[in-house]
T-cell receptor, first 113, second 112 residues
C-alpha cells in the first residue's frame, strides 16, 4: 500500500486552459475527498465521494469545476477555463469509512499564469 | 452546521517548554476530532484522533489532546517542544454524513 497518490505534483497552465488532476486513493477506501489549500490557509472542502457517488459539493466548486470517480476507485478533478484565482494546492484524501481518519496525498500544486 | 475554531494563529515556544494549541468545535452532535500536522512542503499527517472512546487521546511524537464536551474543546498539548515540532497544525472535525472540516491552522514556532 503506497498511500494516496496524486498526479501531477505540479502543473503550470495559461489562463483559460483546462486542467485535469488525478487521485488514486488507498485501495479499499470507499471515501474520497478533494480539498483546495492556498498559502497560509487551511484546506477548504471541495467535494467528496462515497464509492462512485458524489455526495456533497461545496459552494466553492463553481461550474468550471467537475469531479468524477467513475468506478469507485481513482478520481479526477477537472478545472475548465482556468483563472488566476484557481492557483492553489489541490489535495486528495481517502478514508475507509465514515468517522475514520482520512489519509492525504502530497497534493497537486496548480499555478495559473 | 459544524465548525472548528483554532484560537491562535501563531504560537511561539522555546525548545523544551510545553506546547498548547487550542481548538474549539461547534457541532450538533458529538463529532470525531483530529489533529493534523503539515511540515513545509510536506503532506498532511495525522497526529491523533478522538472518536468517542477515551477522552484523553495520545498521538505520535509525544502529542496528546483531551476532548472536553462541556467546554467544546480539543486542545493539543506536548510536555516538551522539540525543534522538529515547528510546523502548521490543523484541528479537524468530522461528523457523520459530512466531510472533514478544517480549522484555519496554528503555526508553531520553536526557538532554541
Amino acid at each position: 500500500d503506497t498511500g494516496v497518490s496524486q498526479d501531477p505534483r505540479h502543473k503550470i497552465t495559461k489562463r483559460g486552459q483546462n486542467v485535469t488532476f488525478r487521485c488514486d486513493p488507498i485501495s479499499e477506501h470507499n471515501r474520497l475527498y478533494w480539498y483546495r489549500q492556498t498559502l497560509g490557509q487551511g484546506p477548504e472542502f471541495l467535494t467528496y465521494f462515497q464509492n462512485e457517488a458524489q455526495l456533497e459539493k461545496s459552494r466553492l466548486l463553481s461550474d468550471r469545476f467537475s469531479a468524477e470517480r467513475p468506478k469507485g476507485s481513482f478520481s479526477t478533478l477537472e478545472i475548465q477555463r482556468t483563472e488566476q484565482g484557481d492557483s492553489a494546492m489541490y489535495l486528495c484524501a481517502s478514508s475507509l469509512q465514515i468517522n475514520t481518519e482520512a489519509f492525504f496525498g502530497q497534493g497537486t500544486r496548480l499555478t495559473v499564469v | 452546521a459544524q465548525s472548528v475554531t483554532q484560537l491562535d494563529s501563531h504560537v511561539s515556544v522555546s525548545e523544551g517548554t510545553p506546547v498548547l494549541l487550542r481548538c474549539n468545535y461547534s457541532s450538533s452532535y458529538s463529532p470525531s476530532l483530529f489533529w493534523y500536522v503539515q511540515h513545509p512542503n510536506k503532506g498532511l499527517q495525522l497526529l491523533l484522533k478522538y472518536t468517542s472512546a477515551a477522552t484523553l487521546v495520545k498521538g505520535i511524537n509525544g502529542f496528546e489532546a483531551e476532548f472536553k464536551k462541556s467546554e467544546t474543546s480539543f486542545h493539543l498539548t506536548k510536555p516538551s517542544a522539540h525543534m522538529s515540532d515547528a510546523a502548521e497544525y490543523f484541528c479537524v472535525s468530522y461528523q457523520a454524513g459530512t466531510a472533514l472540516i478544517f480549522g484555519k491552522g496554528t503555526t508553531l514556532s520553536v526557538s532554541s
